[in-house]
């Protein structure tokens, strides 16, 4: 005889201590100065110094609400010298750097090292933007946030030239992306990254438009640090002034992490339930094995999908398994009591409940 899985979903929603957020996500706090330009004092731009002369790619305008965040590709150099390039507008939480070994701009290589402290594993990121200048449709813009373990020390790192500069960096962002903007030149120490949300496209918005990143995960780990760049142009990915545009621009404001308490994947006996829907409320059935005659495991999991790089590699993230903190079963009976997952948001604003019921 067959036995059969109902399923009966409730939701209810309570509200508790709010998880990590990130620091400033309004960005309303301007309080230092680059080149006579005001500054983020929690967010940190892609500006340049260098032979003496500064050069600002961050910048204060009136946003979406209060100020917002501006950053723009930008011809920087010395012309009377005939060093002129474009850099690439990006700022976030982690530092921007840049290196050009005198004047030998085949040298110039950028990146972005380090973040900030981080032990959360959020689903989606958030974000209002506007995308404007002339050649939105040649260059990608970029929403990118990831998290990881552990210390990554990268030595070598790709130039305008397609060779290396020597330049130690510790958490540099392509010593930690190992599978998406992995380093070309290897990394000393590796990380283990844990997470990553990353949007780009080629287009222009003129208004504000809201915009939501997935965040997949790699593993079960819970992360140490995290990092978020918000990028006008072709940066992450490719190294130095590669395929940049002088004025293309990315206007952010109101970022926000999304913790969910749904379940994306629910396993019975370490077989996954395909028919599973997880966000219906109404009775689900599950047809078991004819020989199973005790209550099944059940795992449930989060953050699976995949990734593409920009060579148009995929990498496939298994997600997470949702852990004792975050989901409670209670056990039922065959042919009696449901049994009962209570599955909470990290962030304590939401509990989803789901009742199965166990039939012969």
Request: overall charge positive; charged content about 20%.
């Amino acid at each position: 005889m067959k036995k059969i899985v109902m399923i009966l979903i409730a939701v209810t929603a309570s509200v508790a201590i709010q998880a990590q957020q990130l620091p400033d996500p309004h960005f309303e706090n301007w309080s230092d100065v680059f080149n006579k330009d005001i500054q983020l004092k929690d967010w940190h731009g892609s500006n340049v110094s260098q032979l003496g002369f500064k050069f600002t790619f961050l910048f204060q305008r009136e946003g979406r609400t209060g100020y917002c965040a501006y950053i723009a590709d930008r011809e920087i150099g010395v012309p009377k010298l005939g060093l002129v390039e474009t850099g690439p507008g990006y700022f976030g939480l982690g530092t921007a750097w840049q290196y050009l070994k005198g004047l030998s701009t085949g040298s110039a290589t950028a990146g972005t090292y380090g973040g900030m402290n981080f032990n959360y594993r959020p689903d989606s990121m958030v974000v209002w933007i506007k995308r404007t200048g002339d050649n939105t449709d040649k260059e990608d813009f970029h929403l990118l946030f990831y998290s990881w373990t552990g210390t990554a020390k990268g030595t070598q790192y790709k130039n305008k030239k397609g060779t290396s500069t020597s330049i130690e960096r510790f958490n540099e962002e392509s010593d930690i992306r190992q599978a998406t903007d992995g380093n070309e030149f290897g990394t000393d120490v590796k990380a283990t990254q844990v997470a990553e949300g990353w949007y780009r496209a080629r287009a222009k918005y003129d208004k504000w438009t809201r915009m939501s990143v997935p965040v997949y995960y790699f593993n079960d780990d819970v992360p140490s640090m995290c990092n978020v760049i918000f990028s006008a142009g072709n940066y992450p990915a490719f190294r130095a002034n590669s395929g940049l545009y002088d004025g293309n621009g990315l206007w952010v404001d109101d970022v926000e992490l999304v913790y969910s308490s749904k379940i994306q994947k629910l396993y019975i006996n370490g077989t996954e339930w395909k028919e599973f829907n997880p966000n219906s409320t109404q009775v689900q059935t599950c047809r078991l094995p004819a020989d199973v005659h005790e209550l099944p495991t059940i795992e449930a999991v989060r953050g699976a999908g995949s990734l593409t790089n920009i060579k148009g590699k995929k990498t496939v993230l298994p997600g997470r398994h949702l852990d004792a903190k975050e989901m409670t079963v209670t056990n039922g009976a065959i042919n009696g009591a449901p049994t009962t997952i209570t599955v909470k948001s990290e962030d304590g604003k939401s509990t989803t409940t789901y009742k199965i019921k166990f039939v012969k």
